[in-house]
């Protein structure tokens, strides 16, 4: 028989089962953007170039299938298939960190909610439908998984290298929730030889990526003028007319061009969108300030402000993306994921600080329930959130103050 917290965790499950399928009602744009097709058109049939496994894979299914896959519908299929396995990992996370916070199921519900608001709409907009970073969230999920139940951690290896050979992006977007939790679970381990475990598969699970990406940024481009006019022919057949493909992706990933003078437009609107969003999104900001305020200075001890110090700093790995590269919606997302999904996190390993914490607010939130409930409402102005441009909100205003 079921007990009552997991009847209610079941309930909560299934509600956001339902406010996944009411997302694909509101949200889902049917539609892949030309770079999500381009990229299946890399493969390493001349080399190991960035981004290629994808369409390695591709093209090996479609060697033995007896139809034609090198095709829009193809691509199609395999995005909405992807985006459901992504679900389906949110799903499985949930119900891994609701098994962890028996103690603390308001305080895990809260944020399981907000998490869900941003998380679930962001792969069903024509700017991410299909986007390799749906891949990379299903890995990184994955990972964190398998962290928390501390299970089959060794998968962690093949899985960040697949996931940098998915997208070199990895190693700057999604590498630090999994190098994060190792390292909480090295400083917290007492046995020497979990300490032992938690070093090797640290450092393995950062260079192993790291190395990829490496060889990818420098090296691999050598094979660039042998595949160019085969990459864009088979690209265009991809694409939904069968004429047009990213010229600006093939350019860089490819031929190892740089492309910065082909992006001022998307530069232009970074400068624009994100002083309009941090002053839109500065009642989260200013509670997140203050939340991890209170967080740091409930750690005294030399092991607490360790994991404090991680935490806080990881998503600096952003910084080389934010300023050289422009898909500000994805960067803000991230930023955002991390946050809440580490917060879980945290008090599933039952971190004894952030669980005084998340309890002293919770206590302030349901001592304001209108203003807690306007504030969640007050999130979903910022969803889905895009690549290029950070969210409709943003976009809507910029627009009419810059004619953009």
């Not at 996931?163 to 939790?181: K, R, S, T, Y």
């Not at 700093?313 to 991390?338: H, N």
Request: with cysteine; hydrophobic share 50%.
């Amino acid at each position: 028989m079921l007990d009552t917290k997991q009847k209610n965790d079941i309930k909560f499950m299934i509600g956001i089962v339902l406010f996944m399928i009411l997302s694909v009602v509101v949200y889902f744009e049917k539609r892949l953007d030309i770079m999500n097709t381009t990229v299946y058109a890399f493969s390493y049939r001349h080399g190991l170039v960035a981004r290629g496994v994808l369409g390695t894979f591709l093209e090996i299914w479609d060697k033995y299938s007896p139809v034609d896959l090198m095709s829009y519908h193809t691509i199609y299929q395999i995005s909405e298939a992807a985006t459901l396995v992504y679900f389906v990992m949110l799903l499985w996370m949930t119900g891994t960190i609701l098994k962890h916070c028996r103690d603390h199921e308001i305080e895990a519900k809260i944020l399981l909610g907000c998490l869900m608001i941003f998380a679930v709409p962001m792969f069903l907009t024509s700017d991410n439908f299909g986007r390799l970073d749906v891949y990379l969230m299903i890995i990184m999920l994955f990972c964190m998984i398998l962290i928390l139940e501390e299970k089959f951690e060794v998968l962690i290896l093949p899985s960040v290298a697949l996931a940098a050979l998915i997208h070199e992006g990895f190693v700057f977007m999604n590498l630090n929730i999994i190098l994060v939790l190792l390292f909480y679970k090295l400083l917290t381990k007492q046995e020497k030889k979990e300490k032992v475990k938690y070093i090797a598969l640290l450092v393995l699970t950062f260079t192993i990526p790291s190395i990829f990406f490496l060889y990818f940024e420098f090296f691999s481009h050598r094979f660039g003028t042998d595949v160019y006019q085969e990459t864009i022919a088979l690209a265009k057949k991809l694409s939904v007319d069968g004429k047009t493909y990213h010229k600006q992706v093939v350019m860089h990933e490819i031929m190892g061009m740089d492309i910065a003078g082909m992006e001022k437009k998307h530069h232009r609107w970074n400068r624009e969108d994100t002083p309009i969003f941090l002053v839109l999104f500065s009642p989260y900001i200013i509670l997140a300030v203050k939340f991890f305020y209170s967080y740091v200075k409930k750690c005294h001890t030399k092991v607490d402000k360790w994991l404090a110090m991680s935490f806080l700093i990881a998503p600096l790995t952003l910084l080389p993306e934010i300023i050289l590269k422009v898909d500000y919606g994805r960067y803000m997302f991230a930023i955002c994921f991390y946050y809440i999904v580490m917060t879980l996190c945290y008090i599933s390993m039952q971190e004894k600080n952030m669980l005084e914490t998340v309890n002293q607010w919770k206590n302030i939130l349901l001592q304001h329930k209108i203003w807690s409930v306007a504030g969640v409402c007050y999130l979903f102005m910022f969803v889905p959130f895009r690549g290029y441009r950070i969210c409709d909100l943003v976009t809507g205003i910029v627009s009419r103050l810059f004619g953009n």
